[in-house]
């Protein structure tokens, strides 16, 4: 059995924190991204430089549980740390430990190039895996004390007075030193690595938010459309483009734009949204929208043009009855279509409702 | 006290990486996918309501302080934090009146 010392418990803690800190950043960096695509759509465009690419993400994942793994390895086998078994978590925890085992698994699994069958095989043996490693994840990190590493550095300062300078035997100290030095490396090695990755980590951070911000404020001075609600239509219905410096319609040359003409029905138009009916003349399919408008309110002003977005257009009569059902004597059969059409109309224009409850009832 | 709040926190931390890293995922094990973003606002929220449970009585006070933010971000026409803001009154009034259900059948909980 391997004696722990004062410096090697220091070691140890020491060797937890930079693990702590890479993971808390490289987690809040990733987490941060997500909720602002969330908040703001627009940076989920192409050309943006903040969405992390899934392999890149890949690597930082297997990294960040590797990392972890391995530090928790080391506190079990020298600090005899104990092991949270599942059974003694609640329903809450054990419910959220699956759910998020689940979410990891399905990710690494697209990166593995198996048969489906080993492949499901594997993923069930990651799935156990991570979700025993998850509990004792957050045992680990919300055992972690600060003010114990400061009761450890009390105890070698109060050790280090107790020595008397003048018995000292400089020559058997140097040598009790290097002797030190080699026998404490692998311990030395472990806080010198993770701070080597963590520095690391904090320059390619700091490098992402450079240019994220850059990026960011030549969008919000261009003239774009962000955002089309809802991609999908029919007919007379009002649709809504969302996006930037689209101005306040000063002249006849701030116009929407269609493949088939520009388009009349406007509601209103101001600098963040056009809100606008579709014309009835616009063919059933994918359509290209764009906006137009002069450089400034004189209409000898230079003419400026978003960038595209598509439309899709469906057939009004799948979701409106049409003259044949509404035959006399009428039908039946007249009577279900209207009501199936009704049905597919409620559906269709609450379709994000639907949805929402659906799942609600799913989960 | 303390230690199970910071529990709590470093699960919800998780949870919520691993929610997102999963909306990566590009064939996802087992089941589909959801591409909505205000559901997936919603979603990435209800298990960390779910774990902190927190009083009926602070998820109302919660609510009605979003549904304040909707109200405003309707009138300032930034429909985008409107919708966001509808969908947190939304979760934090399910999680309240959820709750309110449980202590009728349960009141010693």
């Keep these: 059995m391997i004696k722990l010392t004062i410096i090697n418990q220091l070691l140890l803690e020491l060797a937890k924190l930079p693990v702590l800190i890479i993971s808390f950043i490289s987690v809040g960096y990733f987490i941060i991204i997500n909720l602002l695509n969330l908040l703001l759509p627009e940076m989920t465009e192409k050309n943006i430089v903040f969405n992390i690419e899934s392999s890149d993400l890949n690597k930082l994942v297997i990294l960040l549980i590797f990392l972890n793994a391995l530090t928790i390895f080391f506190f079990i086998k020298f600090k005899k740390v104990k092991l949270i078994s599942v059974l003694s978590l609640n329903k809450k925890e054990i419910i959220i430990y699956g759910l998020t085992s689940y979410c990891l698994v399905s990710f690494i699994r697209q990166n593995l190039s198996l048969f489906v069958f080993l492949k499901d095989i594997l993923s069930t043996i990651l799935f156990f895996l991570i979700f025993f490693l998850l509990p004792q994840l957050v045992n680990f990190y919300s055992n972690f004390r600060l003010d114990y590493l400061g009761m450890i550095l009390i105890k070698i300062r109060n050790d280090i007075k107790q020595i008397e300078l003048r018995s000292i035997n400089w020559r058997g100290l140097f040598i009790d030193f290097v002797k030190f030095i080699f026998k404490k490396l692998p311990y030395l090695i472990i806080p010198i690595f993770f701070t080597v990755v963590g520095l690391f980590f904090l320059r390619l951070i700091f490098a992402k938010i450079n240019v994220y911000l850059l990026h960011q404020s030549f969008l919000h001075k261009q003239f774009l459309i962000t955002r089309i609600r809802p991609k999908e239509t029919i007919i007379a219905e009002t649709v809504i483009l969302d996006g930037y410096n689209f101005g306040f319609k000063e002249n006849e040359f701030f116009q929407l734009k269609t493949s088939k003409g520009s388009v009349s029905g406007i509601k209103d138009w101001n600098n963040n949204k056009v809100e606008f009916v579709v014309p009835l003349d616009l063919p059933e399919g994918k359509n290209e929208l764009w906006l137009e408008r002069t450089k400034t309110a004189s209409s000898q002003s230079a003419l400026m043009k978003t960038n595209k977005v598509d439309l899709t257009i469906l057939s009004r009569w799948d979701f409106y009855p049409q003259q044949k059902d509404y035959q006399y004597p009428p039908s039946f059969l007249d009577y279900f279509r209207i009501t199936v059409k009704k049905l597919k109309r409620i559906i269709f224009f609450n379709w994000g409702v639907i949805q929402l409850c659906g799942k609600l009832i799913n989960c | ?109």
């Design chain 2, 1 to 109: 006290m303390g230690s199970s709040i910071l529990k709590k926190l470093i699960i919800s931390y998780i949870w919520l990486a691993a929610f997102f890293i999963y909306q990566k995922s590009g064939q996802p094990w087992l089941a589909g996918l959801v591409f909505d973003p205000v559901i997936n606002l919603f979603f990435s929220l209800v298990p960390i309501l779910w774990l902190f449970s927190v009083s009926s009585k602070t998820n109302t006070i919660l609510a009605v302080l979003f549904l304040t933010g909707t109200a405003f971000s309707s009138i300032f026409h930034n429909d985008l934090l409107a919708e966001k803001f509808a969908i947190l009154t939304y979760c934090f009034l399910v999680a309240s009146v959820l709750q309110q259900i449980k202590l009728l059948f349960n009141p010693k909980a």
